[in-house]
């Protein structure tokens, strides 16, 4: 069974903080990877795609390390509004179609 | 406005009473698939479509089933509700599954209890 897995934290950090969240895969062949976000209760949001060359969006930034077969999220200057679980998301084969496959989250709490 | 619409937002049944949820999308995608969410447990998936007629086993299938006659609709049906699928079911849509250019969009989920 293909499989996502991700600290489910909760990560509680200060506002002004960066934070860090990884996420592994296990399907060597896996293309396309994303990161959504989720708050309490509500659908699942798409937050950025991640590319093999990393890519930046504000103040979030994404990494693909597919030789250890992990992503990563980094949030700089986290806001309160950040407070969220983070939902790391693989397709299952190989190209661009495929299954998409959710990780359990991460959970991240930002303090005043 | 381009979304995915679930009805009922919530429901409460009983255990054996047949009901549907419905899920419709009017953005012409071909992908659609539902998801029921439970604490501890993440997202897991019921049953997904990657076109008309086309549908497969997600991971969590049993108690449930689906069709895909339309584009546009993804019911999820449970013939005999019992309680262990109270649960939020989340139904999605993406223009195709796992592409770059078409993310999943969501419902706003639906609360099912069963008693």
């Known amino acids: 069974r293909k499989e996502v897995e991700q600290d489910p934290g909760p990560f509680n950090v200060p506002e002004g903080a960066t934070v860090a969240f990884n996420c592994t895969y296990s399907?060597?062949?896996?293309?396309?990877f994303f990161w959504y976000r989720q708050d309490c209760r509500k659908e699942p949001k798409l937050l950025m795609s991640?590319?093999?060359s990393g890519n930046e969006d504000g103040r979030f930034t994404a990494q693909l390390n597919r030789a250890s077969q992990y992503i990563s999220l980094l949030i700089r200057d986290s806001k309160l509004s950040d407070s969220a679980t983070y939902l790391c998301v693989v397709n299952d084969r190989g190209g661009s179609q495929g299954n998409l496959i959710f990780g359990k989250g991460t959970k991240l709490s930002v303090k005043p | 406005e381009a979304q995915v619409t679930q009805n009922p937002r919530y429901l409460i049944t009983v255990t054996g009473k047949k009901l549907t949820v419905t899920c419709s999308q009017n953005m012409n995608h071909e992908y659609m698939s539902w998801y029921r969410q439970d604490p501890g447990l993440g997202l897991r998936q019921i049953y997904y479509?990657?076109?008309?007629?086309?549908?497969d086993k997600g991971d969590v299938p049993e108690g449930y089933k689906v069709s895909r006659k339309e584009k546009r609709n993804f019911p999820l049906i449970l013939e005999s509700p019992s309680p262990n699928q109270t649960s939020l079911y989340f139904c999605?849509?993406?223009?195709?599954?796992?592409?770059?250019?078409?993310?999943?969009?969501f419902g706003n989920g639906t609360r099912l209890t069963v008693t």
């Open positions: 991640v590319y093999s």
């Open positions: 479509s990657m076109n008309v007629e086309v549908t």
């Open positions: 999605a849509s993406s223009l195709r599954s796992g592409s770059y250019n078409s993310p999943l969009h």
């Open positions: 399907n060597s062949a896996s293309q396309s």
